[in-house]
């Protein structure tokens, strides 16, 4: 059965950083195009970035203008997981974040990110 799971979510200080993690199962990671979107009451889910997959490696990273700069994605295909590296944290990226695999609709249940003095 495929599943995600993200965690590394909680609260941090504005300016500083956190890196979630997605892991992946029933499939393998390297073989589709990976994603994080956020979501804050009110609004719809945002694309934050995503990372292709080997299968088409002229899409390789995505960033949304908001968080460009400062996160990154990447993919550690020995531990089939996706990482979201996010620094220079400000209070507007407060969201619960969710990893998806593209194909298919594939959501994990989200993390909590809190950027609050």
């Known amino acids: 059965q495929v599943h995600l799971v993200e965690s590394g979510g909680g609260l941090v200080q504005p300016g500083g950083s956190l890196r979630l993690s997605c892991v992946a199962s029933g499939f393998t990671v390297s073989d589709y195009a990976m994603s994080w979107y956020r979501e804050t009451p009110g609004k719809p889910r945002e694309l934050v970035a995503s990372i292709g997959s080997i299968v088409d490696p002229t899409k390789m990273t995505y960033y949304a203008d908001s968080v460009k700069g400062r996160f990154t994605i990447s993919r550690d295909n020995t531990k089939n997981m996706v990482y979201l590296q996010m620094n220079s944290l400000k209070p507007e990226d407060t969201a619960v974040y969710y990893c998806?695999?593209?194909?298919?609709?594939?959501w994990g249940q989200g993390t909590q990110v809190t950027v609050s003095s």
């Open positions: 998806k695999r593209q194909i298919g609709e594939i």
